[in-house]
């Protein structure tokens, strides 16, 4: 099994331009998560989804959305990128039930000029 | 306010001698704890859970309700120990949402 797999690894945005990240995990969870990791300030939830069609709001979600189309993927998307929105990027999955641990995602780190 | 503090950003010790990494958090509910961990080029992964009350690679941690607190340990460090951890609190019900803290780098040196 490949676990959480995140697509791209590393990209290079110009402000204003769109992107949407990918991520892929075939351990059949119901949660997913989307997270950013910024130095010293650790990792911050971005959108979360409990199951297929179903997504949420976490702590920092201005300027992101998200889609849970297929339980194995969810979708995070910049419509309109800003330098403030550099950083890595990591996603995670976790099976339903209180207390279940969290499997991530490598990270996709993203540049935004 | 619901928070994970981690209150060093960089623990630098000798191969061999005791850890202790940090962890304090504020939350209203019965706390569940976790410790994450970041080795160079890997990806995150989870070291322990307060529940579990397990040791994994000589590592413990006990959590405190009184001083709300949930301390990392081990006794003799390794350079293998070398790595970024991070302490998490589960929060949101079912969703298992975690709140992280800002992590610390353990740096072991030999």
């Known amino acids: 099994n490949a676990g959480v797999t995140q697509t791209p690894k590393f990209r290079v945005l110009k402000t204003g331009q769109s992107m949407t990240l990918l991520c892929a995990q075939d351990?059949?969870?119901?949660?997913m998560y989307w997270y950013r990791q910024d130095p010293g300030m650790g990792l911050r939830l971005i959108h979360y989804?409990?199951?297929?069609?179903?997504?949420a709001k976490g702590e920092v979600p201005d300027g992101y959305n998200v889609s849970r189309l297929k339980k194995q993927n969810f979708l995070l998307g910049l419509e309109s990128a800003a330098p403030s929105q550099t950083s890595v990027y990591f996603c995670?999955?976790?099976?339903?039930?209180?207390?279940?641990?969290?499997?991530f995602g490598p990270g996709t780190r993203l540049t935004v000029l | 306010a619901q928070r994970v503090t981690q209150p060093e950003k960089l623990l630098s010790v000798f191969k061999g001698a005791p850890v202790e990494l940090k962890c304090n958090y504020s939350y209203s509910g019965s706390p569940e704890l976790f410790w994450y961990v970041q080795y160079s080029r890997q990806r995150l992964q989870l070291l322990l859970r307060h529940i579990s009350r397990e040791s994994i690679k000589g590592f413990t941690a006990d959590l405190n309700k009184g001083e709300t607190s949930f301390h990392l340990k081990k006794p003799f460090a390794q350079e293998e120990d070398s790595a970024m951890y991070y302490c998490?609190?589960?929060?949101?019900?079912?969703?298992?949402?975690?709140?992280f803290g800002t992590g610390t780098l353990l740096a072991v040196q030999p």
């Open positions: 351990m059949n969870h119901e949660y």
């Open positions: 998490a609190l589960r929060v949101g019900g079912a969703t298992n949402k975690l709140i």
């Open positions: 995670a999955s976790s099976p339903s039930g209180r207390g279940n641990e969290q499997f």
């Open positions: 989804s409990v199951g297929e069609g179903t997504t």
